[in-house]
Structure formats: structure tokens, C-alpha cells
């Protein structure tokens, strides 16, 4: 079994936790939080285990050999740079990094150590993500045209993270995932309802080299809950919709009729054009199959498809997005304060 | 009873067909259409009046009054020109003209020889948008903060018009209705997949000096048809989803909580926050409502909602937008020759 | 063309007579309503055809072929047996009569006359019934396990059927399609919340010799609107939701594993065990289908799927049910006279 | 804190036992159950408490306070007649008892020995009941009409219960709750497709002195799981729908007019009358106010509102609907072997 340090015990941490009592390959032997609330919550759970305020309790910890991180971003940096340099392996929450400048230090540095650096993007393992993985790869769809996300609720304000970099890390993770390229255009628009400082409503476009188009629509301002994506193929057309339990993944045998660009068809619209069909998607947590990976990783099974590397890329595209956001919201200061 | 003449017999044409034999303040005497297969289709259902090819019999016939034209949006301008300078009264599908400096003549035009220069604009006069309107102007949602839109379908490709020119006049005339502003900011980005010349998809940002952001998701791709619009306010937010019958549209007792910037709020998400409120919205064919209002303009007894200058203002952003696209296709050209 | 007179200018009344003035087969030339307002609603449509108070003046016209009777049931036995003594073709409103004596004479006499004689069982032509009915013929679903129907709304309260008689023929003509036995065993009960004397509620549950069961809720006193069937195979359940325009038919992959009597198996539950297929069902008016079935028996060119025999196999089961609530109704009195 | 002794570790044991342990006013200090496998997974969380395969080492233990049973049904009787006669409180999982006697004596010697007898009838604790039964009380939705449940689902079958005692007595509890009357008709049918002896599908119907009538679709054979309850009131109807998570309950503004009797109304049908509000209903586990309930209601602090004699008269219920199940298996069987 393999010692884990979990650092962070907020909601995320919780779950990290309780994964990693259950799961036969991690026994975890320290907690550090900051909060004495949450090492308290903690420590009945950890009897015989370290419970600490100090990070750097975990990352110095010579009989640690994993370290989770689950902190405020902005401090994932600096632990996870720690706990690497201490010849850790380091699963950190996502996204990875504040900055992209960041990511790629750490990316450097856990390869030099010869570590594994893991980001958590949970998605990829849940069996929606991985049916709609192989659906397209098999073809099915034919060739992918877009990608439409909503990922729309009611709050959930953070400290250290607007809605763009809550949010959207779950979709720029699947992008990456299914495609084997990256975004050569990235436009953003964002809007601050309830704190000036802080963007709880972003639209993202990605602009892909293969004429791929993505859409995310992102609102912690939204009364529904709602996480769909529909992904449009030239052959077939498929919507996610994760809350849908009954049919979380639909394929619509419902394609574009390709025309000769001189003969411009007229298709009377109706709701749908052929059948639907929905496969069974059994419900599991995802983080089972996280931690299994992360471990085949470790054990040099794997190799890894949540690697420091997609984090990096990730947060990249963050910090494009971030920018055109930051000049935008400038500019709209500038008009305000004219007017 | 005011006589009628209509131009255009196809699908929208014979929507206007068959109210306006059904309303008891017009009478048509003719109909005009190119095609001789729609001439024969309408000849029967007006045994005593003229069936013609030629718009000219129509907008030159000193016993018609008003004259609708329902023909491809290329050729609204000439003939409604010619209607307007015979002196008739002239009610046009929308979108009102192909460039703003079109609808700009016919204003001008239509204010000078004062007749009656009315836009298509139905939504306008479904019981819906009369709700949400009235809702809004009540104060009940509070400040509108934000408008998303998805009109999405599949196809009706149609050979003179793209999806932004087929589905956004919709929304414009919405908004333009229920604010008191223009946008100051119009973002835009297209896509074919069908046709190379022809965008099927497009997302449409438009900002507002009260700090409104409408976002507009406008799709022929879609294997679903969506026709749903979200209302955030300050203290409740409104969703309209025009394709369900049961709960058309839904108000959520659920605002955000307007935090002092200096505490920044930890909401804890849930699927939504506050009761829920559905009112009946009767169903009715909103073009019975558009010929009332025509008759009571054409009368002296209303000021027109849906007027030239509601239709200009439309063009207007749909031509801003166009450009946006454009210059993002010829983009786009450039990067594919390269690669 | 087939010279028609129809009886009746009602609400069923007009949708007929819209389907016979578009059908090639049949040619309306006269039209009998007690009511003078229907009367002078229908005038202007029929020229140059005979509009009458009197249901004699149809059935008794020489020149008269098919007479459609869509007059309230109490009447259908006096006017098409009229017709039928007169050598009509006839066509009867469901349910077909007030009794199944009734309903055996007119059998019975339409076959000594040598007339076709048919039930207006209209759910028979949608795509929905066809697909189903061809979905269990195939073999696909298994063995039939039960059926059962939802069939409830507010309200249409008419002044001489109770909502069995109202809504059961529906489910009737439809079992009585897709199964090749009659019930042996008819239970029901019936609630009157409105009218004393007026059933608004009932539950009827038939028992079939190859142990098929049928339940039918039928209800004027829902708030919602349901039209929901759904049909349980030994190896695969269907669903058919008539309001759902997107996935108006299930199939759900998903049989009960049937175990040797000697071991009870315990199965977890799930939300459901296997995939769904929802096929396309085209939307059509099923009138269309109706009218060309009537034109093609009365030619020769097909036998009868909804003739006198089904009609009256239908009013026997309605019979036998209304005994039971008559019952029922008579025993609950007779202990609300002692409380 | 009430020291408690848990017999039975099975599925519903396991949501017993955790909200023992998260309950300030329990103390586990022993589980019973017969399957090594079951005390083998219980052991570890009960580091100090005694783990055995005899029920009699719990309800025979001097220093255990309450009794909960969590056993297969056949066995309730005896146990808790053990424990009652130990001095103990006892909590019994639903239904209560296989047969009414049964039922009674416990409730006798319960009382008789001066301890609680409480039975599990957890939905009485959901937010959704209380809601509606303080709707109800209110007058809020007029007189009660109807009351008309689906509990349909796939499977879960049982080696110890058919579909009516699984299912049926959810519903029995909160009609128990809601009205302040037993029904004085109950009519039954069940039917039999996985194993020939015990049913897996059962309609119920139950008359009430004030005319109210209940209606339970219960089974294991459908594909689809349905939780939905309607409410019919002579002023507004309301429908629980416990999948639903945004919308659990909706309360329907749509009264039936009622109409003097000799005035037959004919309403025109529509998909409703009136608008639609649905109340806020968070999401909370009801074991935790049961557990609440069953402290309080030991302390003498509230009068039960799921005692031994409610569970008792749910049994009365059951057995009499099993006892109609029974004679009409038998009629079918003997048809059966006729034909």
C-alpha cells in the first residue's frame, strides 16, 4: 500500500479521503489543514494517523510516498513544488496552477525527480466521459464538428477562483481528452453580477485547426442546475446530459445531409430527423477509478491520461481566456466611467 | 375592411394567407408568386381575386391598401419601396432588409409619405413575451441582469439567408422590446459545416450600457430542437421554454444575494434556491394579435410595436455581426490555405 | 369519388369533415346537425352541397354512399341503422352505441345488407399503434406480460358519456389490435366528484386467458395531462408517452431474467438495466390513414382492422364494466344513506 | 444517550446503523446478524460493541435500552415480542409485522409493559410528507378527493415479500398519516411473472368513508421507476414526483368547477387550468428525524405518529389485500388448468 499525505480537508479533500479509506491500494497516514474546525472533523477518522496544521508536515514527511493536494489554488504551487522536491508523487486538485508559469515548473521539476505529477480531472473517469471517448473514436459519430456545453448553477462562490476557472477545467479536460489537438483561437466574454472583481458568468469559444468549434457556456448565476454537451458528428449527433438519470447519454442518428455546395438543400426541420438511442451508463464514483489509475501510474502500469503535461495545456487556456476577460472588464470600466 | 394584396406564397406567405382570411378587418384581392406551382395551390382559395407572377400588379394596384411581402429577404427592399411610393401601407417579414442602409431608405421613405411600414416581428405578440414583459416592467425580477438565449434546431437550410439572419431577428426584437437601450458591443462567431459560404451555427454576444449581456446560442446542427430564453434578475430569475406545454415559463424565487465587496459569499450550491412559480400562458396563434395590431396602427388608434424602426435597429446589429463573421471566416481561409 | 353525407358537425364532427374535403376518395355532398349555429358554420363550406336539421334527409338520400355519424352515442343505433336499412356504407363515431345489443343489431344487419359497417378507432392508423403493434408481432419484446395505461386529463365533461365510456375505447380498440383473445375477467371501479350521477374516474383491470393483464387509469379530474402506455415483454418493456414529441416510444433493453422456480433471485434495483431505443415516429394525422382504410374496404382491396364486430366486441367489455360501477355506485349509496 | 442493539445488517440495517451513529441521543453497543459475511463487515465499526449471530444476545441484554429491527418480516414478531418482554423500546422496520394478529399481540404486551413500539414509516419524516400533510390540514387544495400513486420500478425482488407488502406499505402510512379514517372497501389484484407464487405487480384500491379513493400502482416489472403521487382537492391539485429533484412537488391552481346538477358543464380540455407553484423542498435523510422522533417520543417529549397501532392497521390493510390476491390466484389457476 502505498502512504498517502492528503493536504486540504475542505469539500474536495472529504471526498480524496474517503476514496482513499476505501481503496486497497492507498492507507493514508497524515492530514494538514489550516482550519482547527476540519482537523477536528478529521482526526476520529484518522486514529492512528498524523493530523496537522503544517503542509509542510506532509511534504517533509520522509514515510509519505503520495501527497494529495486539495487547497485554495493559489497555494497548489508552492505545496505541490515541496512534496515533489521531497521526491513525492503529487496528485493535485484541478486545475493545477494559478499561473501557467507555475504548471510548467512543476511539469519540469516532477520530471526531473522522475515523480508522477497527476492533475485531478475526475471527469475522465467517469463512464460518460469514457463512452462518449470511445463512441468517437470508433467513428460512429463521424467526423466531429462541435463540441456545446452548458455548465450552469446557482453559486458555489469561491474565495480564489472565478466562475471561469471553476468551471471550465472540466470541459478544457474532455476537449483534451477527445482531441488531439489544441485550440488555435480562444474568445471569452465575462460578466460580474455580485462581486465587481469576480466573473460568475463566462462564454468561451475554442477555435480548433481541424474546424472543430467549442462552446462553453459557464454562470454560477443560473436558477436551473444543468450540465449538457452536445457533441455534433457528421453522421450522428450525441447530448450528455449528466443530470438526466434515466438517459444521461443520447445519440441522435440525426445527420446533416452533407449537399454539393451549388444544390443548397431546404430540409424541413422537425425535432428530430431518426432514432435516438441511449446506452446504459452505470453509475459509479468516478474517483474509484482515479485512484486505481493513479496507482498503475505509480507502479509504471499506466501511462497517464491526467498527466501534469494536460494540466499545463489546461491552464493555459485559462490564462488566455483570463486575459481577454481582464480586458474586457477594463474596458467596460472605462465606458462606466464615462457614462 | 382593408384590402390586401400579399407577396409570397411560400411557407410564411400562406401562414399570413390563411389569417388573414380569418380576420375580419382585411380582404385580400391578390397574390403574387413566381411560382407557378404556388399560384396554383392559392388560386382555388380566391376564386374572385387576381393570382399573378408579377410583385408589380400587386404594389401597383391603386384598390390594394396594404401590401405583404413575404418573398426571400434579398427582394424586400425593392418591392417594398414600390409599395411605399404607390402610397400603401406595408407590413414586411422579417428581417426587415439585407443591409441596414436599405431598411434606413424605406423609413425614410415610408415617414414621408406617410404610410403605415410595419415589421414581422411575431414573437412580439405571443402571450409569452407579453408576460416576461410585463414582468420585467412590474419590477418583480428585479434588475435584469442577464439574457441567454438557445434557438437551436435542426435545419431549414434555407438559400438566402444564414442562421444568424434566420434566428436572431427573434431574440433582437425581443430585447429590443424589453429594453430602453441599444448594445453598445457585439461579439460574434460562425460556423459551416454545410455549406462553405453559409454559416449553420453562430454564437452572438451583445453588451449593454445598463450592463445587460445578452448571449445568443443559434444552431441549424442541433438534433434537439431548443427554443429556450433565461431572465436573471436581482432578486428572481425567469426561464421561458416556448416547447413546453405544461410550464412554458417558470420563475424562480431565487436571487443571488448581493454581497459587500468586501465579504466575498460561500453559497453552498443546490439544484435551486426558493420556490418555484409557473402562470398559465394560453396558447394562441400570435399572428391573430400582429393583424389587430396592423388594423389599429393603419386606423390612428395604436402606436406600432414592431414599427421600421424597430426593424432598422435590428438590421443594424444583424449587419454588425455579419461583419464580425465575415472577418472571422476570411480569418479562418487565411489560416486553412497555410496549413 | 365516394358521395358522402355526415351526421353530426361537431367537435369530431369537423375534423372529419377536414379530412373528407382533402381526401381524393371521398366527396362531401351533404351535412345534418341539429344545431342551427353549426349549421351556419358549416354552410359556407360545402356550396354547393345540402345542409339540414335532419338526419333522415342524409340517410335516406339515393345519392348518398358513406354516411359518417358523429352525433352524440345515444344516437349512433337510430341513424346508422337508418342508413344501413337505406344501403349505406356507414361509419361510426366511437364508441359505436350505448349497448351491445345495439351494437349487435347494427353488426348484424350491416352483414344482411352487404355494407361495410366501421368504428371510427382512430388510434388504429397512428404511427405509434402501427409500430408497436408490429414491434410485438415481431417477436422483439417476448411474450406480452401486461399493459398498462394512463390515460387522464381535466376535464371535456360531455352530457351523455362518463369517462369510461369516454376514454377506455381508446385502450380497448387498441388491446383488442394487438391481442389475438378477449378478457375473461373484468374488474373496475368508478368515482363521481363532479356530477352525483357522472363518473370522472375509473380503474379497469382485464385478465386475458394467456394471462396478459390490462389497467387502465382513467381520469377527467388529473391537473396533468397523461397519455402513457406502457407494455411489459419477457424480454424487453416499451413505453409509449403520446405527449413526448422527441421520444414518443421506449424500448427498453431491459427483461426481468426469469429464474427456476427453486431459486428466488434477489436483483439490486436500478434506475434501469440495459439501454433504450427510441425509434422516429413521423408525425401524421391519422384521419388520413383512416379515410384511405374506409376507401379501400368499401372497394374490396382490404378487410376491415376496425369493422362493426371490434366495435361491438368494445361496447360488450364498456358493458361489462359499467355494470360493475353501477354496482359499486348503488353499494356505496346505500351506506352513505346509513352514515 | 440510549443504548441500542441492532438486529439485522442487511441493506436497511446499514441506513439504520449509520444514523445511529451520527445521532447524539444512540449509542450502539451491539449488532446481530445471522450472516457471517454481514458481522465480518460491521465488526470494524463497532470496535467495542458485540457482534453475534443470536438476536437473543440483544434483546436479552440488561444494559441495551432500544431494540431496532432491521430482519426479514416472517421474524419481527418473535424478536420484538422478546425484546418487549425484556423491557426494551422497540423499532421495527415496515411493514411491521406477516399478519395482523401478530401485530396486535405486540402492540398489547407493548403497552401493557409500558415500553414504545415504534414503526419504521420513514417517508412520514420526509420533508416532502410534511409538506403535503400540512398542505392538506390547511385546506390549502379544498376538500381531498383522490389520492393516486405509482411505485413502479424494476426489481429488487425478495425472498420474503411480494410487491404489495414491499410497496404498498409506504403508501398505507401516508394515507394513515394524511386522513383521519380507514378505508371501509379494499379491492386487490396482483399477478405473478417472475415466480408463479408471488406477485410482482398489484393494483390497490381503497374506499373511504368520505369518499375519498386511493389508488396504488405498485411494481417490480417496470423499466422506468416512478415515485408520483397525485392529490386531487375540489380547489387545487398537487403531485409529488420524489425523482423530480428540481420540481418534487407541484401544486396545481386547477380546480374542477363543480356544477349544480342539473347544469351538465362541458369544459373544454386543456393541458391545465391555472398556474403551477412549487414550493422549496430540501433535500434531508428522514432517518434523521426519525431518530429524532423515536428519542423524543421515549422521553416522553411527543405523542408517536408511528406507533404499534398505526403499523397495526397497515398490516389490517395488507392482509386484507393479499387476502383478495390469494382467492384470485386460486380462481386463475383453477381457469388454468381447464383450459
Request: charged share 20%; hydrophobic share 40%; net charge negative.
Amino acid at each position: 500500500m502505498l502512504r498517502v499525505g492528503l493536504i486540504g480537508y475542505g469539500y474536495w479533500g472529504t471526498n480524496l479521503f474517503r476514496n482513499l479509506s476505501l481503496s486497497p491500494r492507498f492507507d493514508i497516514v497524515a492530514v494538514a489543514d489550516q482550519s482547527e474546525k476540519r482537523r477536528a472533523a478529521v482526526q476520529p477518522l484518522l486514529p492512528n494517523g498524523r493530523v496537522t496544521p503544517l503542509a509542510s508536515e506532509v511534504t517533509d514527511d520522509p514515510d509519505i510516498a503520495v501527497v494529495f493536494i486539495a487547497t485554495p489554488i493559489s497555494s497548489h504551487f508552492e505545496i505541490a513544488r515541496n512534496a515533489i522536491r521531497s521526491g513525492k508523487h503529487v496528485f493535485v486538485e484541478k486545475p493545477m496552477c494559478a499561473t501557467a508559469a507555475e504548471a510548467e515548473e512543476l511539469v519540469y521539476i516532477a520530471d526531473r525527480q522522475g515523480v508522477v505529477l497527476m492533475i485531478d480531472h475526475t471527469y475522465l473517469f467517469t463512464n460518460a466521459v469514457q463512452y462518449i471517448s470511445e463512441t468517437i473514436r470508433s467513428g460512429e459519430i463521424g467526423r466531429l464538428c462541435y463540441y456545446d456545453s452548458s455548465r450552469i448553477n446557482l453559486g458555489l462562490f469561491q474565495p480564489d477562483v472565478n466562475v471561469l476557472w471553476d468551471l471550465a477545467p472540466h470541459d478544457l479536460s474532455i476537449l483534451d481528452h477527445l482531441l488531439a489537438e489544441q485550440p488555435i483561437g480562444v474568445a471569452a466574454s465575462g460578466y460580474c453580477h455580485v462581486n465587481r472583481h469576480l466573473p460568475d458568468m463566462a462564454y468561451l469559444t475554442l477555435h480548433y485547426p481541424s474546424n472543430v468549434v467549442a462552446h462553453l457556456n459557464l454562470s454560477w448565476m443560473s436558477p436551473v442546475k444543468v450540465r449538457r454537451i452536445a457533441f455534433g458528428g457528421t453522421s450522428k449527433m450525441m447530448v450528455w446530459d449528466d443530470l438526466n438519470r434515466e438517459e444521461k447519454i443520447k445519440i441522435y442518428n440525426s445527420g446533416i445531409q452533407f449537399q454539393p455546395e451549388d444544390r443548397r438543400a431546404v430540409i424541413i426541420p422537425d425535432y428530430r430527423i431518426g432514432d435516438i438511442y441511449s446506452p446504459r451508463i452505470p453509475d459509479r464514483e468516478a474517483l474509484v477509478g482515479v485512484m486505481e489509475h493513479l496507482a498503475h501510474v505509480i507502479a509504471g502500469k499506466e501511462s497517464s491520461i491526467m498527466d501534469g503535461a494536460r494540466g499545463l495545456r489546461i491552464v493555459r487556456i485559462l490564462e488566455k481566456a483570463q486575459k481577454v476577460l481582464d480586458e474586457e472588464l477594463e474596458a467596460t470600466r472605462a465606458v462606466g466611467q464615462h457614462s
